[in-house]
């Protein structure tokens, strides 16, 4: 028998022809059976769910069941969302004059998301109808998607804006959560079966509590509460920090003012933006090619898990990364080296983007003060020593979000007050359900943030686990909470996990732990690890019903 070596080249070639159709055409029958399988389980799934749909109706609209959802940000309306497609009945309630949460309030000048657009959306609409602007993208494009978003799913004469809620009160004889709400002198009582809290935490503008604040002569603003009419042209400003809102404002107010001060308490880590303008042809591709946003969303998701593996897990790849970021920084800005290198490991605080803000404060018009401010004058602010008398201050201090202050209403149950339950230690199980308060959902409650993802996947990967909840309370008719031992065990898996995280050991103190040192803001890993504690199938033995004693 002739070896292959000795076989002549036609004959190679044939045979290689030959092996590549074989392989061709058992890859495509295969792909065909892959396809078919999947078509037929999406198919059996979208029967099944639309059947769902159809029963959890006649049983709500039977018994009276209905979904309170405090805000309309992401949060609440994806929320929204999930119960449009159970068929449960809700109402928003929305404190401000228009829907979009933080989209809404925040209106400073360059404010800017820190995910990529495909990624910061809800995932049953991932873009805009005419595709995403920018791969990051500016809060009036955020603004205007949200809008769409209300729009395509009808969702509008679910939302009662400018109408605040003000207490939550659990009844146990009825089961149902009795909300009060002020819409202008207006108040209302009405009871609901279920209460999702999507009230988030960006809106509690912080100040900080120096001498003589409330002194100041000229015009004062934080960024959360900024008036778009503010003309800054020829004005002398201030700006006290260096975080998020300030490096996006800081490169805008610079082009206008006569001259900016800048207060930096520390220095943040600013890496490079990777942003741009999609062109025309990727936009009409997307339009053209619906499947091609997922596929989008998908890689970036990817990309953004790698990057908590690199910075966030520690080693030698960190090490190199905080090296390469010191010589950007040393080089960006010469005119203050020295001053703008962080103290602390990357990812200890949130790390930041931008490419204005190192340009910004090289122009000759833009001082940087390595100071906190120490007193606020009738012409001014005062820190590091110097005395600057200015125009305007802009507060960009950030936001208060412990959780007493992003559930800005009372919330009581038979165990007392929520705030008074939680103060100390914030612990939910998923960072959504609180024991001893039945029927109760946070979104994005504590240990659910991230330092290098999108936190919308965070929410909907809640309300996977809360749909199942849900879905028990509407078949059973009863209330559920979760019992305190459940509590405990998750909560101490994930305190032993921060414990040597570097928000812990990083050399820094940030918004990410609370005053008695917990890290209360973050979860230890990353998504795609929530997604799949989410996505198990609950086991209600560790869930208590109508009330009854946890033994």
């Known amino acids: 028998m002739k070896s292959l ?16 159709w074989l392989f061709g055409v058992i ?50 309306l994806a929320s929204a969302l999930k119960l449009q497609t159970m068929g449960v009945p809700f109402a928003i309630f929305e404190k401000g004059t228009d829907f979009g949460g933080t989209w809404y309030d925040n209106r400073y000048p360059g404010c800017q998301c820190d995910v990529p657009s495909y990624l910061y959306s809800i995932s049953a609409y991932p873009c805009p109808k005419a ?92 960024t959360a509460t900024w008036d778009p009419t503010t003309d800054l042209k020829g004005k002398r400003v201030a700006i006290v920090g260096s975080a998020a809102s300030a490096i996006q404002a ?9 001259h900016l001060t800048v207060f930096q308490r520390t220095p943040n880590w600013v890496v490079p933006k990777p942003d741009f303008d999609y062109p025309q042809w990727f936009k009409t591709a997307v339009s053209m090619l619906p499947f091609l946003k997922y596929i989008i969303r998908f890689a970036i998701f990817v990309r953004n898990e790698t990057t908590f593996a690199v910075v966030f897990s520690g080693g030698w790849l960190a090490d190199r990364v905080k090296r390469q970021m010191t010589a950007h920084i040393e080089h960006a800005c010469p005119k203050y080296t020295g001053k703008l290198i962080p103290p602390y490991a990357m990812g200890c605080k949130r790390i930041l983007m931008s490419n204005e803000y190192y340009p910004a404060l090289m122009r000759d018009n833009v001082d940087l003060i390595t100071s906190a401010v120490e007193a606020v004058t009738e ?32 919330c009581t149950a038979a165990e007392g007050n929520i705030e008074d339950e939680l103060r100390t230690k914030p612990e939910l199980y998923l960072g959504a359900m609180v024991p001893n308060f039945p029927n109760f959902f946070f979104l994005l409650g504590p240990n659910t943030g ?52 570097v928000w812990v050991s990083g050399g820094c103190l940030s918004w990410y ?28 033995a560790h869930f208590l019903f109508n009330g009854e004693s946890e033994v």
């Not at 605040?164 to 009871?191: A, R």
């Open 131 to 222: 595709g995403w602007k920018r791969h990051y993208s500016f809060q009036p494009d955020i603004l205007k998607y949200i809008q769409e978003l209300v729009g395509y799913f009808q969702l509008k004469p679910y939302i009662k804006v400018a109408t605040k809620v003000t207490s939550v009160n659990w009844l146990p004889d009825e089961g149902k959560w009795e909300v009060t709400s002020s819409c202008g002198s207006e108040t209302k009582t009405e009871k609901y079966n279920v209460v999702f809290s999507g009230a988030g935490p960006l809106h509690v503008p912080v100040y900080p509590n120096v001498p003589g604040k409330g002194t100041f002569k000229g015009l004062e603003m934080h």
């Open 379 to 410: 012409t001014g602010l005062q820190g590091g020593g110097k005395s600057v008398d200015v125009d305007v201050i802009i507060w960009a201090t950030g936001f208060d979000i412990r959780l007493q202050t992003f559930r800005p209403y009372e």
């Open 27 to 76: 890859g495509f029958y295969t792909l065909i059976v892959v396809l078919a399988v999947y078509a037929g389980w999406l198919f059996d799934m979208t029967r099944k769910a639309a059947a769902l749909k159809q029963a959890n109706t006649a049983k709500c609209v039977k018994t009276g069941f209905k979904c309170a959802i405090i805000g309309s940000g992401m949060s609440g």
């Open 250 to 258: 800081i490169p805008f107010i610079a082009q206008d003012a006569s």
């Open 450 to 501: 991230l330092g290098h993802n999108s936190v919308i996947i965070m929410t909907e990967a809640q309300l996977t686990f809360i749909e199942q909840v849900l879905q028990k309370i509407i078949d059973t008719q009863k209330h559920i909470s979760v019992k305190k031992s459940l509590c405990q065990v998750y909560n101490d898996e994930l305190q032993a996990r921060l414990s040597d995280s």
């Open 5 to 20: 070596d000795a076989v002549d080249g036609s004959t190679k070639l044939l045979l290689g022809g030959l092996a590549g």
């Open 513 to 540: 732990r609370n005053e008695a040192g917990r890290v209360d803001a973050l979860w230890p890993g990353n998504c795609t690890e929530f997604i799949g504690v989410c996505r198990q199938t609950v086991n209600f």
